[in-house]
């Protein structure tokens, strides 16, 4: 395609400079001055006449579908292959462009369905429990009886979960589960299978079986239901049938949105183990607040935690909570971050009692968790309360500046080459018209740099696209950049030149030279005598000339 670009819906508004809610009046303009540029018969020699063939045919092809509401309400939604019909019929075109997009949404519909047809939605946790109080609890005697003094470190317990959900209809979803856990020698397994189905909008139910070595059979029912847009109820019962009897239990949410963004929330509990929870949830951009209070057998309890969100790439976030009850206290604090694309790292210290020291690590790897419990001791330690929060530290800048660090890079790197190759051809292709492009440009330009000269108007001295390299940091990077200083100054009209909010590769006489990277436009550009310079994102609108712009002649 001549107009492919890396947003292809976006070509012919961008070729043209114009934005994609722009009026017919405005595209006949852009037309016009396009038609004027290109047109075969304003050139003699045979090679540019040829380019400026090509060229003018691109101009025509655009306009017929901007020009054409069904057309352009295609080219809106399906891009240039929605107008390409071989084999397939995307919609009527007698259909008005309300009709065209309803028709894209049913389609959507389906597809979305179809996907859903062949998607698991793979989940799983894999939790190891390690006892490290050898190397805090110890005793002095305990020295003799040990192997070279290396303190006794375990693992005593281990849970491992998974579950696939299978979509058999676009209302009903089967839910398969099942864990293993064993602790100190000890352990079981448990495997469920439940089947969902959405009743309405406002509501599903959810129907489950299960049987274990430990718990025996289960059977389940679980019901959401929306009350209002603000206000909604869970309600699931169960029954689990023991060796000592039936075992039934019952729990009840009721949940109300309180404000934008907190959720209010009343929880009861019959069976087992019986209770009553109310807590508040707050979640906004920068931060989690969460207070909770229960009574019930056997934990009563009340636990307040706030975790602070960072603005920043790696969406780090430093939590705090304390939580204290019947059973005792505990204060905990940590941090996570996000360490590559799919994963996210988190350490978290609990200090208790008379639960002792503990130092837990997950990682959430897509929607796979690995959880790491260390317990450290049962005595309130300085010394492990101090290793338990120096030594991840220590230790993640090491693994972050050695290994992390570096494989980002790495793949990041590779990813660009592989878009690069892949668009290798269609660069080359557009480099092509871009040249050929800025050679049809030069008559046109003349004539527009004698206008502007003549009233002291614009003029574009040097323009430059691309990649430019400012940073000291970033020295050994080669700058990329192509000289667009004739395309812009074609643009110039009546002493101004106006850029709308698209990337400008798409540009007459403009071409991407570095895919994949962050471009800029640099100007050099004079008016009213007095030189003026400006840099703007790839993306970003731009209006020349501006007084902002302008060079102080003491600098």
């Known amino acids: 395609e001549t107009t492919c670009c890396s947003f292809p819906y976006k070509c012919y508004f961008m070729f043209y400079n114009i934005v994609l809610q722009a009026t017919q009046e405005e595209l006949k303009a852009a037309y016009r001055r396009l038609c004027m540029l290109y047109h075969p018969d304003k050139h003699r020699d045979p090679e540019l006449k040829r380019q400026a063939e090509t060229l003018f045919n691109l101009v025509h092809e655009a306009y017929e579908v901007l020009s054409d509401p069904q057309a352009r309400a295609i080219y809106d939604i399906y891009g240039k292959r929605g107008l390409d019909v071989e084999g397939w019929e995307v919609v009527e075109r007698r259909r008005t462009p309300a009709e065209i997009r309803e028709e894209y949404e049913r389609l959507q519909r389906e597809r979305e369905e179809r996907r859903l047809q062949q998607r698991t939605n793979p989940k799983g946790t894999i939790s190891v429990g390690i006892d490290a109080t050898d190397l805090f609890d110890r005793y002095e005697e305990d020295y003799e009886d040990m192997v070279g003094g290396v303190p006794h470190v375990e693992i005593n317990k281990m849970h491992i979960s998974q579950s696939i959900e299978a979509p058999l209809t676009s209302r009903d979803t089967a839910i398969l589960s ?19 189905r959405v009743t309405s909008a406002k509501g599903w139910g959810e129907v489950e079986v299960g049987a274990g070595d430990t718990h025996g059979p289960l059977f389940g029912l679980k019901i959401f239901r929306n009350l209002t847009p603000r206000f909604f109820v869970t309600a699931q019962c169960g029954l689990q049938f023991s060796s000592r009897g039936v075992r039934p239990g019952i729990t009840t949410v009721l949940a109300r949105h309180l404000d934008k963004n907190t959720m209010g929330y009343l929880q009861w509990r019959w069976g087992i183990q019986s209770s009553m929870n109310t807590s508040i949830v707050r979640d906004t951009k920068s931060s989690h607040f969460t207070f909770a209070m229960q009574l019930g057998i056997p934990h009563t309890f009340m636990m307040m935690s706030y975790q602070y969100k960072f603005q920043d790439e790696d969406q780090t976030k430093i939590k705090g909570s304390v ?75 090491a693994i972050q500046q050695l290994i992390i660090r570096p494989y980002v890079q790495a793949q990041k790197e590779q990813d660009l080459e592989k878009q690069r190759e892949s668009s290798a051809s269609n660069i080359a292709k557009k480099k092509q018209e871009a040249e050929a492009a800025v050679l049809l440009m030069q008559e046109s330009v003349r004539r527009i740099i004698e206008a502007e000269e003549s009233r002291m108007g614009l003029i574009i001295l040097n323009a430059w696209y691309g990649k430019f390299v400012t940073d000291n940091s970033r020295k050994h990077e080669r700058a990329k950049v192509i000289d667009v200083t004739v395309p812009l100054q074609c643009l110039v009209k009546d002493s101004k030149l106006i850029l709308t909010e698209a990337t400008k590769s798409g540009l007459p006489g403009f071409y991407d030279p570095c895919v994949g990277e962050e471009k800029s436009l640099k100007v050099l550009y004079q008016f009213r005598g007095v030189m003026h310079q400006v840099l703007s994102g790839d993306t970003e609108p731009l209006r020349i000339p501006k007084q902002s712009h302008r060079i102080d002649a003491d600098t």
């Open 178 to 196: 099942g864990s293993l856990s064993t602790h100190n020698g000890n352990g079981g397994g448990t495997i469920n299978v439940a089947f969902r």
């Open 323 to 397: 939580k204290s009850g019947f059973f005792g206290t505990v204060v905990e604090y940590g941090a996570e971050r996000k360490i590559s694309r799919h994963s996210v790292l988190g350490a978290t210290v609990s200090v208790g009692v008379p639960q002792g020291v503990s130092l837990k690590i997950k990682l959430n790897r897509a929607s796979q968790t690995y959880f790491f419990p260390i317990h450290l001791t049962d005595q309130l330690l300085p010394s492990a309360v101090f290793y338990a929060t120096v030594g991840p530290l220590v230790f993640y800048l």
